[in-house]
């Protein structure tokens, strides 16, 4: 692999990535959600496979591939399992902020994101950590995703792209973590999803849906 | 010697596996109290022997010096007390009916799982995995805290999964940027996240990048340790947990997430100097402070008044590790023993209340002290501790920590600190009066003390005591920890 068409994958899959978050931000449909959310996660796993093929780094190929089955395939089956099978649950209530604004707010927080990774793109002024700032507005994203939406379900796609934020800008920044920590960090987030995916079904059962306004009862 | 290392995080994990294949019964509950135990045992012995060493084991993943010494004091005291007293809580449980056969089954294999979590927290020396050991613990009470599977127990549940995931989550993001700047301070990429390696690696650490990562990792781990702004799981988490995990939680959980900060901080410091994160400390430690001490004003259910009070004391916390001197870290690390021990006494005695009355409300329980001397006595033990009154030890922490924010120059954050203390103080005694004195209402019911909980409770009292009247060996323990941690005034 050249130079240029390294960096070329590298921005494309950054590129990609940002976008998914952009798109999950204007969509209402569970479903959809759901599959930007798998689209989101190729493009992550984009990032360590390019790296890996470009520099000839066989581990770097090997957590590419199991971060393309973890967050492609098996969180967002997991995820897609949840989503309910009745008509009022497999849709976005109506948002406390609306998508117009949404929009916005995610053009402001990629901005943001910019300025935040300064210091980083500093310190290393590589092609791979000048996409960093997509990384970080995908989190910045994923944090104003968990606020604003009111289903269960939602919030635990926001985690998730908070996760894949952070997953990115590791594999940016340092072509990821030592494997032990990756292998742990992953290991945690599927338990983590796995838990939150069993709450929303005794939520269902316990509250006959997975409205978060319904939490209201510990209050003080 | 290295194997004594891991004998705190195998041991709780055989007592899981054999939880899992039996089920919940008097062997596997009592070994989960034989593996607790052994956590304290072999703190004990490593700390008889050359507690200034500092020993790794498995590829320099783990490490013990005085401070983990101290953390698995700490966990395997209160872990003790709590293993013990489930016994007989979880029995009552079954036997009331507010869970099952299968319920208490998984509460046998997530306690001990807890255990090793916090054990291997305390133990690690890559922060790396050090992270992932605190995740896991988050994983492993998601269900503790949704035991009884009420609505209540469900709103707490998602609420303490999602915000302390993604505290946790700003955490590892924060990790991710020390090991970035650890790498182009020439660490290798195998060990740049050891705390030996950051340590030597610290003077040539990037300050911007090293500056982000500790505010991220301040935010993080202050999330898990119940300090602002992601403090709001706190209080519907402990107070809906079944009593003796809502003692681990609030007597061990908190402070091994705070140790996580203290071994950050160590490096953070050398790195950026100590102002940084001293004003973080200082700005979080003190809104924790306030809102805890608000919110005891208004509380009227006794487990959510004792969670505040959880607060309160890691507010007190982040401000002396602000202060960051050998004495503030001694008598920080004493304050979060006295406070383990404390929490155990309360919480117990409170799931003892909750079972009796089937609520939590301060204004149904009257007069506990006539009703039953055992949990009115050890209740009132442990409120005088958290007080902070002579002969407990929290009076001599709360004392040194006094001296030492004095001592470092933070006479306003001691002014401050010292008030919201005080409200704290008022707002304990008036609802402790209101349930523990006076006689009881007309038609309270009986109140079950099991005899494990009887035991746990006595126990508790007596461990208090002593450490009130002498730290002894401990007291060389804690400064040496200080020391470990680069307070060296």
């Not at chain 1, 971060?67 to 109506?94: F, M, Q, W």
């Not at chain 2, 501790?385 to 922490?397: E, K, T, Y």
Request: glycine share 8%; with cysteine.
């Amino acid at each position: 692999m050249t130079q240029a068409t390294y960096n070329g994958v590298l921005n494309l899959a950054a590129g990609a990535f940002l976008l998914a978050a952009v798109l999950i931000v204007w969509r209402r449909e569970l479903r959809s959600i759901v599959a930007l959310l798998a689209w989101q996660g190729i493009a992550l796993a984009a990032i360590p496979l390019t790296e890996g093929i470009y520099q000839h780094d066989a581990a770097l190929i090997v957590v590419g591939v199991v971060v393309l089955l973890l967050r492609a395939v098996a969180l967002p089956l997991l995820l897609a399992r949840a989503v309910g099978t009745e008509p009022g649950e497999r849709r976005e209530s109506t948002p406390l902020v609306n998508t117009t604004t949404s929009l916005l707010i995610t053009a402001g927080l990629t901005i943001l994101a910019y300025a935040v990774t300064r210091p980083i793109i500093a310190l290393d002024p590589s092609p791979s950590t000048r996409a960093v700032p997509a990384a970080f507005a995908v989190i910045l994203i994923a944090v104003f995703v968990m606020v604003s939406r009111r289903r269960a379900l939602s919030q635990a796609v926001g985690f998730m792209m908070l996760d894949n934020g952070i997953a990115a800008t590791a594999f940016l920044i340092t072509a990821g973590v030592p494997l032990i920590v990756e292998l742990g960090a992953s290991l945690d987030v599927l338990f983590a999803v796995l838990v939150l995916g069993l709450l929303t079904g005794h939520m269902r059962r316990t509250f006959g849906g997975t409205d978060l306004d319904q939490l209201r009862e510990l209050r003080g | 010697m290295s194997f004594l290392l891991l004998v705190p995080i195998a041991a709780p994990l055989a007592a899981a596996a054999l939880a899992a294949v039996l089920g919940w019964r008097r062997l596997t509950s009592s070994v989960t109290v034989a593996a607790a135990l052994s956590v304290l045992v072999s703190a004990v012995i490593l700390s008889f022997n050359n507690r200034s060493q500092v020993r790794f084991g498995i590829l320099n993943l783990f490490r013990t010096d005085a401070l983990s010494i101290t953390m698995l004091i700490v966990i395997g005291t209160v872990g003790t007390l709590a293993t013990v007293a489930s016994i007989g809580y979880i029995d009552a449980e079954l036997a009331h009916g507010h869970t099952d056969a299968k319920g208490a089954n998984l509460y046998g294999v997530l306690v001990p799982i807890f255990l090793a979590a916090m054990a291997s927290a305390v133990l690690a020396n890559n922060i790396g995995v050090m992270w992932v050991a605190i995740e896991a613990t988050t994983v492993a009470t998601a269900f503790l805290v949704g035991h009884r599977r009420t609505r209540a127990a469900l709103e707490a549940t998602w609420k303490y999964v999602v915000i302390c995931s993604v505290g946790i989550a700003l955490a590892f993001l924060g990790t991710v940027l020390l090991y970035f700047a650890s790498l182009h301070a020439g660490a290798s990429s195998g060990d740049a996240l050891n705390i030996d390696v950051l340590l030597a690696h610290a003077s040539r650490l990037d300050p911007a990048v090293t500056r982000l990562g500790a505010g991220l990792l301040l935010l993080g781990y202050g999330a898990k340790a119940g300090l602002v702004p992601f403090h709001t799981w706190l209080a519907d988490a402990h107070s809906q947990a079944p009593a003796p995990v809502s003692a681990l939680m609030s007597g061990v959980l908190l402070s091994v997430a705070f140790y996580a900060l203290l071994r950050v901080k160590s490096v953070v410091d050398l790195a950026v100097g100590t102002g940084f994160l001293r004003t973080g400390l200082i700005i979080v430690g003190l809104l924790t402070l306030l809102i805890a001490a608000s919110l005891l004003l208004v509380q009227t259910d006794f487990k959510r008044m004792l969670a505040y009070s959880s607060m309160e004391n890691m507010g007190l916390v982040a401000v002396a590790a602000a202060a960051g001197t050998k004495l503030a870290i001694a008598a920080l690390l004493l304050h979060v023993l006295a406070h383990g021990i404390a929490k155990s006494l309360v919480f117990l005695g409170s799931g003892q209340l909750q079972a009796a009355h089937d609520s939590t409300q301060i204004s149904d329980v009257t007069g506990v002290l006539a009703r039953s001397p055992m949990i009115g006595a050890t209740f009132l033990v442990g409120l005088a501790i958290l007080l902070g009154l002579p002969p407990f030890a929290m009076f001599a922490s709360e004392l040194s920590i006094s001296r030492a924010l004095a001592g470092a120059g933070l006479g306003w954050v001691l002014g401050a600190a010292l008030l919201l203390v005080v409200v704290a103080f008022a707002a304990l005694v008036r609802n402790g009066a209101r349930m523990l004195l006076g006689p009881p209402a007309p038609g309270s019911p009986a109140i079950a003390v099991p005899r494990s909980v009887s035991a746990a409770l006595v126990t508790g009292v007596i461990l208090s005591l002593v450490l009130g009247l002498t730290v002894g060996p401990l007291l060389e323990l804690f400064q040496t920890a200080a020391s470990v941690l680069g307070g060296n005034r």
